[in-house]
């Protein structure tokens, strides 16, 4: 019985390892904008899922050992968002904090050298928001799941735009 049950408990461990190690490495290298992968971050999560894949596993290419994997990714996944629900000091250390970009239309050079964001997407995604002109930008935050928020023309009005992407929620307060 031992001897059915500890490759899968060692694939259990393999994949949860995997899973931790994932998270907290995306979070070092300051990939903080997921939202909009770009080819190049695309291409990277398909390089790093096969290649650690076979540490997840090993050598058990069965239908069982994939099922064990793929359940217990499905099992750490949930436990991290309780907790991070449940510990907001916890969700701050996965998720990190929104940046202010923009504040009364002065930039925060130093959050924007922190983001990594060039200011040419800055102006690019503040005029996807219809304002022309840095100076009449209220607000904008560069959220934990990469979208950058701006506010303009007073408090009533704001906009959400995801980088790269060509879709845009308005609303109006």
Do not use: C, W
Not at 16 to 43: C, H, M, P, W
Not at 123 to 139: A, F, K, N, T
């Amino acid at each position: 019985m031992i001897a059915i049950i500890l490759p899968y408990l060692k694939i259990v461990l393999s994949s949860t390892s995997v899973y931790i190690f994932i998270v907290f490495a995306i979070r070092l290298f300051g990939k903080n904008e997921l939202a909009q992968l770009s080819v190049i971050d695309l291409v990277f999560i398909l390089l790093i899922s096969n290649a650690v894949q076979n540490a997840m596993v090993g050598t058990n290419s069965t239908l069982g050992g994939g099922i064990v994997a793929a359940t217990s990714l499905f099992a750490v996944d949930y436990l991290f968002k309780n907790i991070m629900y449940r510990f907001p000091r916890f969700n701050k250390l996965i998720q990190g904090e929104p940046l202010l970009l923009i504040y009364n239309g002065k930039i925060n050079k130093k959050n924007i050298i922190k983001a990594k964001i060039p200011m040419d997407e800055i102006m690019e995604v503040i005029r996807e928001h219809g304002v022309s002109v840095l100076e009449q930008v209220d607000l904008a935050v560069l959220e934990v799941d990469g979208n950058i928020s701006v506010m303009s023309g007073g408090v009533g009005h704001k906009t959400t735009k995801k980088k790269k992407a060509h879709k845009t929620i308005t609303k109006n307060t």
